[in-house]
């Protein structure tokens, strides 16, 4: 028995259609629209419920968990929490302080003590990452390539727990770096300058991330709004990402001379 924490975006609905092709499951469903209600396998519960996600985990003797979909930060003072979470609150709120990836590490933690192992988002469906090599007809030229030493030197510096998971680089300069809005929102911050699309997209893992869980995600969405701030490429890292939609994906960069490289 696996048991499924998910949260929105369309990952855990990926994830679900495979799993449940072969593999006993439960959902915890911690979306605001209870996206998952209609499968007779799924439980609603809120952030601050610990306790009663430990006991459905344990009832079923699920062992393991996997994490998929994005679940929004909570505001603590709000959170209405049961006995357990009022135990472990304390620790999450103290690691909160240090950004998102330290609050999943905190929570990972928490299921190992209660002998709950949390596996990798992509253990159910391992052809959702990409190996290294360019996957477009288009590559980066010397001027891209500049730009994409430039957008990792700046990653590397940033907190070992920074919501910072992308860069977007043009012209040898840093013109944006993901905050706590995502991607999507990062994307918007930048114009198009010209007819030829130029700038790169690099998108890599948190630094000291546990790679098990929330490894950055791009798609065919991602690309679409690329092409509208004029971005040519993205940079993604060797079996480090999610990528979603990759067939149409890579069939709408090559229609619009846009790379897309692994490394």
Do not use: W
């Not at 924490?5 to 990926?14: D, Q, R, S, W």
């Not at 490429?233 to 149409?248: D, E, M, P, R, V």
């Amino acid at each position: 028995m696996i048991g499924l924490i998910f949260g929105e975006t369309e990952l855990p609905k990926y994830i679900l259609k495979k799993v449940k092709k072969k593999h006993k499951y439960l959902i915890i469903d911690l979306t605001k629209r209870k996206i998952f209600k209609k499968d007779k396998n799924s439980y609603s519960v809120s952030i601050g419920q610990f306790g009663k996600i430990i006991s459905i985990l344990k009832s079923n003797n699920c062992k393991q968990v996997l994490f998929a979909g994005k679940v929004a930060k909570p505001d603590f003072k709000s959170l209405k929490l049961d006995l357990k979470a009022i135990y472990y609150m304390p620790k999450i709120i103290t690691s909160s302080k240090l950004g998102d990836a330290a609050i999943l590490k905190q929570i990972i933690s928490i299921f190992l003590k209660e002998k709950v192992r949390t596996v990798s988002s992509n253990k159910f469906t391992p052809e959702i990452t990409l190996s290294k090599g360019n996957y477009t007809i288009n590559q980066p030229n010397e001027d891209d390539k500049r730009d994409i030493r430039l957008g990792e030197k700046a990653l590397k510096r940033t907190g070992n727990f920074s919501y910072v998971q992308g860069a977007i680089c043009r012209n040898n300069k840093i013109i944006a770096l993901e905050g706590s809005g995502g991607t999507r929102k990062m994307i918007k911050q930048v114009k198009k300058i010209s007819k030829l699309p130029n700038g790169i997209l690099i998108k890599y893992p948190k630094k000291k991330q546990d790679r098990r869980i929330d490894l950055p995600t791009i798609g065919l969405d991602t690309l679409k709004q690329c092409k509208t701030a004029g971005i040519k490429g993205i940079i993604l890292k060797h079996k480090l990402n999610i990528f979603l939609n990759k067939k149409q994906s890579i069939k709408y960069a090559n229609k619009n001379k846009m790379f897309i490289l692994v490394k």
